[in-house]
């Protein structure tokens, strides 16, 4: 089994930035794609920004220019540097990975936990 460790989130005033990381741990063969996730009350669940194992990306309209997603291939770790926050970027943020545990096994999809943010107007 593979396990998503979020960290980074937390409470800051609009404007300012936080970091989030998401390592992936367990058994893993490969990653194909890892990526951010948000859902805030009240409204479903959005694609904030993926990576793929080739490097390229994705992101959402909403974030692109203040959100820049990377990634640490040597650690099975990917990064979402956010700044420029805003009040309607408050939510609970997951990391999610696609990934194989068995060269020759299914592809599938791992979830962390979820990170809150919030900012503050």
């Known amino acids: 089994q593979v396990q998503l460790r979020e960290s980074g989130g937390g409470l800051v005033q609009a404007g300012g930035s936080l970091r989030l990381s998401c390592a992936a741990s367990?058994?893993?063969?490969?990653?194909?794609?890892m990526g951010w996730y948000r859902q805030a009350p009240g409204k479903q669940r959005e694609l904030v920004a993926i990576?793929?194992?080739?490097?390229?990306?994705n992101s959402a309209d909403s974030v692109k220019g203040r959100f820049t997603i990377s990634r640490d291939n040597a650690k099975n770790t990917v990064y979402l540097q956010m700044n420029s926050l805003k009040p309607e970027d408050t939510a609970v943020y997951y990391c999610?990975?696609?990934?194989?545990?068995?060269?020759?096994?299914?592809?599938?999809?791992?979830w962390g936990q979820g990170t809150q943010v919030t900012v503050s107007s």
């Open positions: 999610n990975a696609n990934l194989r545990s068995r060269w020759n096994g299914p592809e599938y999809n791992a």
């Open positions: 990576i793929t194992s080739t490097g390229s990306t």
């Open positions: 367990g058994s893993i063969f490969s990653i194909n794609a």
